[in-house]
């Protein structure tokens, strides 16, 4: 756990989706180096940090450009969603996301989800777990939301995001928790307060910008955001 700045007290959480709160990423990186494969390239570790976090658009455009796939970016996104939305059926919650998430519920912080998903997409991952996810305000489908102009790491999608709480909080009073080195500098862009917790293949370098890294959600250190701790 490293802090590079100052803990300033929050009064609302925003949650990425992918590798935050569901286990899709690794879903994710088997379909592309699949794709990779058939065409006698390999979808490294580098490629991969560039991708997380990243609209499904930006995504597809990365893995064609890096790899010099001989396909369109229209032709690896279709293979894509095809072969990833075959396993969104029964995707499991990341440890520690479901105590997290009653536990801010208890204290009545108000919650939100930002993901660069469409809402398609969206609406697949998250159906199993409906129920929990009724915790949340609202969600921000980066994806198609008209708002969203541009993709993390830009961050439009935190302050769109942050203006759909009925009580429109200063972004500094928003704390995100994100797995991507494009969702912390979103984020940080936005003058939000960061917690991450990254994908093992994410050096520590692009760690550097997140205000806390935790290896489990249940771990973060909400009193020094002014929270009380997770029980």
Do not use: W
């Not at 997290?100 to 159906?127: D, F, Q």
């Not at 991507?180 to 050096?203: C, H, R, W, Y």
Request: hydrophobic letters at 40%; proline letters at 8%.
């Amino acid at each position: 756990m490293k802090s590079v700045k100052k803990f300033k007290p929050i009064t609302h959480v925003i949650f990425d989706l992918d590798g935050v709160l569901l286990d899709t990423e690794g879903i994710y990186k088997s379909v592309i180096a699949n794709i990779a494969k058939r065409f006698g390239k390999v979808y490294t570790p580098d490629i991969t940090a560039k991708v997380i976090g990243t609209p499904e658009r930006e995504s597809s455009r990365i893995a064609v450009t890096e790899m010099q796939l001989p396909m369109s970016v229209d032709d690896f996104q279709k293979e894509f969603n095809k072969s990833s939305h075959d396993q969104f059926g029964n995707l499991p919650l990341i440890p520690g996301a479901e105590k997290l998430i009653n536990h801010l519920k208890y204290i009545r912080i108000p919650m939100a989800v930002a993901t660069s998903s469409h809402r398609e997409s969206y609406e697949l991952k998250a159906g199993p777990h409906r129920e929990l996810f009724k915790a949340f305000s609202h969600v921000v489908c980066g994806g198609d939301d008209p708002e969203v102009r541009h993709g993390k790491p830009r961050p439009d999608i935190f302050l769109v995001c942050a203006s759909r709480f009925y009580d429109k909080p200063k972004p500094e009073k928003c704390l995100v928790f994100e797995d991507s080195p494009n969702g912390v500098k979103a984020a940080v862009a936005a003058k939000m307060q960061t917690v991450m917790i990254p994908d093992e293949l994410v050096p520590q370098e692009l760690r550097k910008e997140a205000t806390v890294v935790v290896k489990c959600l249940d771990q973060t250190p909400l009193e020094a955001f002014g929270l009380p701790p997770v029980e």
